[in-house]
């Protein structure tokens, strides 16, 4: 199925937030992708398919370093690339930039997902998360090599 990937606009916010909640413990709300959406250093995309938001994505660029802040799939559409195709649009998009994010240590697809795009293993944030929960931090530098498979 094809897949266009897009910037967010308000008319998708009542999808994502949908999205949000299926996919985290704690979702962002509608609230928080409105100040996102608003706010000149993030950038948020969507990945559309069948006529519906099936993805997003959320960054901050500030001068050469962006913050993944959220990367969120629609359980009915995990493992299809729609992350991978996310994530290499926003390379695209900041190309000469450093990369760098926190994901759970126990989310292993996802940290696996991050390794194959040139993401390392720089740090891990104990009790990071309102469960407990270690956070890995993530880094992938400007120029990156090869993204795998």
Not at 41 to 48: G, M, N, S, T, Y
Not at 64 to 83: T, Y
Not at 100 to 109: A, S, W
Not at 127 to 146: F, K, P, S
Request: glycine content about 6%.
């Amino acid at each position: 199925m094809p897949v266009a990937i897009r910037p967010m606009t308000r008319s998708d916010i009542e999808q994502v937030t949908l999205i949000e909640r299926a996919c985290q413990p704690h979702p962002w709300d509608a609230g928080i992708f409105r100040r996102e959406l608003d706010n000149p250093d993030a950038r948020l995309v969507v990945a559309e398919t069948a006529g519906c938001v099936a993805a997003f994505l959320v960054s901050w660029q500030v001068l050469d370093e962006v913050e993944i802040h959220n990367v969120c799939v629609a359980p009915a559409f995990r493992r299809q690339g729609l992350a991978r195709a996310l994530l290499t649009d926003l390379f695209t998009a900041t190309e000469g930039a450093r990369h760098f994010l926190e994901v759970r240590v126990g989310n292993l697809p996802a940290v696996r997902l991050y390794e194959s795009l040139g993401f390392v293993r720089q740090a891990v944030r104990r009790r990071y998360y309102h469960d407990g929960e270690d956070a890995l931090v993530m880094v992938r530098e400007a120029g990156a090599a090869g993204i795998r498979p």
